[in-house]
């Protein structure tokens, strides 16, 4: 399926910014669908299928950049999830406005409660990158999978590429990602996706963006992402858990646009004129007599000059004819042509 793909795949991220409301949601995919996104797509997990309910330390938010501090994993998560009575009426409307439905699962029953909605591939979170059993028995299902590459090592990398690959996942889709939020087009690392094609040459490299804005995704296009993810709201003054780097619909509606003129001007390895290109060619500089010239007078710097447009002799040749003489009277503003040098 993606490895067909005519041109970029661009995917709306849901996430929490519903606002536990199916009638934002369906919103949500209403505006994705009018930007232009390819797909939409949600998480299908619980609170209790994600964390436990706990005040442990290790259990909150204490990150004082985080846009979550002072929350536990469990709270943010309540917060967060998508019901999953909402995950059909979502897939639903997708399918009648012609975008893609799809979620994360992010335990085995969410797999399962998945298939029976016959989801048509699967998201794997940057933070499940490397939960190889849930990784294997998502693989089992056949489908294509998507799978972020936040904070995992490269040797973690292979070795769940090689459970998808060997469990029966039909298609591998690797995104570029870095985990925080938002992210720093600094700590983005771009140039790693040229490196992820070289190393995984049976996968299809993406990119999921958390910094803010398009312009990262934009530039991910010319070192060959075919996939980006991003993260999508009505407004990010809102309240969405996600909404601060996420983008609303007019921004989605350009990040397609940009990306898919971006994807367009790749072209072909080429050199020479385009046929666009013909007509300027006459606007080259070439060799033109700029003084009134004597029969039998040297050519100089005084008298010849490379200018516009391209009806003399090649400017190549300036240097050879210097200090030659002229075979005929030349008025000023004449094209150079052999026959007008003693050679």
């Not at 094609?197 to 999921?208: R, T, V």
């Amino acid at each position: 399926m993606f490895k067909e793909l005519s041109k970029p795949f661009i995917i709306a991220e849901m996430s929490g910014n519903h606002n536990q409301s199916l009638e934002r949601a369906l919103l949500l995919v209403e505006e994705a669908a009018k930007a232009g996104v390819d797909a939409l797509k949600i998480q299908t997990y619980t609170p209790d299928t994600i964390t436990i309910d706990s005040d442990r330390e290790e259990f909150m938010i204490k990150d004082k950049n985080s846009l979550w501090q002072g929350e536990t994993l469990y709270s943010l998560y309540k917060k967060a999830y998508t019901p999953w009575e909402w995950n059909k009426p979502i897939f639903d409307k997708c399918t009648e406005l012609g975008i893609i439905g799809f979620s994360t699962p992010f335990d085995f029953s969410a797999v399962d409660f998945l298939e029976t909605l016959n989801t048509p591939f699967y998201k794997i979170a940057s933070f499940e990158n490397y939960d190889l059993p849930l990784i294997k028995y998502i693989a089992k299902t056949g489908k294509p999978v998507i799978m972020s590459t936040g904070m995992i090592e490269f040797k973690e990398l292979k070795e769940s590429v090689h459970v998808l690959e060997n469990n029966g996942c039909s298609e591998v889709v690797l995104l570029k990602c870095t985990s925080t939020y938002p992210a720093d087009p600094k700590n983005t690392n771009l140039l790693t996706i040229s490196d992820m094609q070289k190393q995984f040459p049976n996968c299809l490299i993406g990119l999921s963006d958390h910094t803010l804005g398009t312009a990262v995704s934009v530039a991910s296009i010319a070192l060959g992402t075919m996939v980006i993810e991003k993260h999508f709201t009505i407004s990010r003054t809102d309240g969405g858990v996600d909404s601060a780097f996420s983008l609303e619909p007019e921004e989605m509606k350009k990040l397609v646009s940009d990306v898919n003129i971006a994807y367009k001007s790749l072209g072909i390895i080429f050199y020479g004129p385009t046929e666009f290109e013909y007509s300027s060619l006459k606007f080259r500089r070439s060799l033109y007599v700029v003084k009134d010239i004597m029969k039998g007078e040297l050519f100089t710097s005084e008298n010849i000059r490379s200018i516009r447009p391209a009806n003399g002799l090649s400017v190549k040749h300036y240097e050879n004819i210097l200090m030659k003489k002229a075979s005929t009277n030349i008025n000023k503003g004449t094209p150079l042509n052999n026959d007008m040098i003693e050679w």
